[in-house]
């Protein structure tokens, strides 16, 4: 191998005719730099431009697909009937003056807004958070309540309504319904029983 220039001079210069390590570094470092480079690791199988589209494209049909099953009216349907014990009849209550839903001041009156899903009769009282009742109505026909489902009976918050929180409690039934069977109902705590009798609850806050 043909000794570098500078390295020859270097040596002239001092007298020296032996190698120094620097020129020993020297000349390994011209070995490796004349080395065919090795071969980086081994990459991984090339595929085709078409071929990374399919398996792209084949991947978010499959993630479209779930999507839908687990997203549809029909699985979001079945998931709520599991999940969540929903009445299938529900009232509301509200203020006859300002039409407020759940709040009324005494004096005022209270119109109830139903939705009976096939119940024939509905009954209605409240109860205070000192465990006082007023009874509304043991049973009123609602076979064809008006438009919006309003009762045409109102309920007067007079004396016997003190200011504060009231749960209203309201019952459908296929057959009309008597003070005793009522409380036997709201004693035994069911929302519902196999006679087709269910129960609902809402809040009433009276004001002064």
């Not at 009769?121 to 309003?150: C, H, M, Q, T």
């Not at 504060?164 to 039934?173: M, T, Y």
Request: glycine share 8%.
């Amino acid at each position: 191998m043909k000794e570098p220039s500078d390295a020859r001079l270097n040596r002239l210069l001092t007298g020296r005719d032996k190698l120094s390590q620097a020129d020993k570094d020297a000349v390994l470092e011209g070995v490796f730099a004349r080395l065919p480079q090795e071969p980086s690791a081994s990459p991984g199988p090339a595929f085709a431009p078409w071929l990374r589209w399919a398996f792209a494209a084949t991947a978010l049909l499959l993630f479209v697909s779930a999507g839908y099953f687990l997203f549809s009216p029909s699985t979001r349907s079945e998931f709520t009937s599991r999940g969540e014990a929903r009445a299938t009849r529900a009232f509301s209550i509200h203020c006859a003056q300002d039409m407020v839903e759940g709040r009324c001041a005494r004096g005022g009156k209270l119109l109830f807004k139903v939705d009976p899903r096939g119940a024939r009769w509905f009954a209605a009282l409240a109860r205070s958070e000192s465990a006082a009742v007023v009874w509304y109505f043991e049973a009123v026909e609602i076979k064809d309540p008006s438009a919006g489902g309003l009762l045409e009976q109102g309920v007067p918050l007079g004396s016997e309504h003190a200011p504060g929180h009231w749960e209203v409690i309201g019952l459908f039934s296929e057959r009309p319904l008597d003070k005793a069977r009522i409380r036997a109902l709201l004693e035994e705590g069911g929302a519902k029983d196999s006679a087709g009798i269910e129960i609902v609850r809402r809040p009433l806050e009276v004001l002064p």
